[in-house]
């Protein structure tokens, strides 16, 4: 290495040493190898080869774009989960490291090696869709979506995941599924109140609205779908529902409304209540 020269390691020092330390290191990093066009392991086997200036100006505009508050997932245009790699843009949600529990309680429910139908309702970038497709390549998995937008994002994920047994469907939440019959449904619906402050915070200022927010009490898309999912269930069917922390007790009350049986809650790694279902009659 020549003296002086621009190197990732003397970048990612020099980002540390200008944050005071407050920058996330790993975000660094996934800003520094998006500017570089590689991926993260790149970076430490090349961490002192030298860089021409034009990577350093590229890397300063998305430290500056990181600045103003726009998440990295919609950066550098990508989010793991379910150690997928998910293409993103503003047109979906930003997959959550939480939302695995609901892929987790999925698949206890459908055995290995069965034909079962799937659908996921609100699907995004297609990350729980895809995350079950692929754990269980026998499952036909709907993927339904009412933005267009977010449905390309969706099958363009499929596509380059390489899953054959997912399919789209474009419409609100039961209405996508026409007379279709499901022996699992899931969904992580927007659930956050209108009005919620967390919405002026962090990612949630970036993210579509659509996705986010339900209703005065947040809960209008999980009525919507715990009240059409019955008749889209086969008998002994489950319907599972990411909500928020707060809303276990309102979710099985309406899903016992509904008619549904072993009515339940699960709780995420830090002990809150995420994800309420029960059974088709
Ligand atoms: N869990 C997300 C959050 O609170 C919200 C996602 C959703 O509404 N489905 O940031």
Not at 18 to 25: D, L, M, N, T
Not at 80 to 96: G, H, K, M, N, Q
Request: hydrophobic share 45%.
């Amino acid at each position: 290495m020549s003296v002086g020269a621009i190197t990732a390691r003397g970048l990612l020092a020099a980002t540390a040493d200008e944050s005071g330390g407050s920058a996330a290191p790993r975000e660094v990093e996934l800003l520094l190898s998006h500017a570089l066009g590689h991926d993260r392991a790149w970076l430490y086997a090349h961490a002192d080869d030298p860089l021409v200036a034009a990577d350093a100006v590229q890397f300063h505009a998305l430290l500056l774009r990181r600045a103003t508050g726009e998440p990295v997932a919609y950066i550098v245009g990508r989010r793991e989960f379910w150690s997928l790699d998910f293409a993103v843009t503003p047109d979906v949600l930003i997959p959550r490291p939480e939302t695995e529990l609901l892929v987790e309680l999925a698949l206890r429910r459908i055995a290995q090696n069965t034909q079962v139908e799937i659908a996921d309702l609100g699907t995004g970038s297609g990350a729980i869709a895809l995350a079950l497709a692929h754990e269980r390549p026998r499952a036909r998995v709907t993927a339904t979506d009412a933005s267009v937008a977010a449905l390309t994002v969706a099958r363009g994920n499929a596509q380059r995941l390489g899953f054959g047994n997912v399919e789209f469907a474009q419409g609100d939440w039961c209405a996508a599924l026409a007379d279709r019959k499901f022996d699992l449904i899931v969904s992580n619906p927007p659930y956050i109140a209108a009005t919620d402050a967390h919405l002026g915070r962090g990612d949630l200022r970036f993210e579509p609205r659509a996705a986010l927010t339900s209703g005065a009490d947040g809960l209008d898309a999980i009525r919507a779908i715990v009240r059409a999912a019955p008749a889209h269930l086969q008998p002994g069917g489950w319907l599972l529902l990411e909500h928020g922390h707060d809303q276990g007790a309102g979710v099985r009350a309406l899903l016992e409304k509904s008619g549904f049986v072993e009515v339940s809650t699960a709780r995420d790694l830090e002990g809150r209540e995420r994800v309420s279902g029960g059974r088709s009659a």
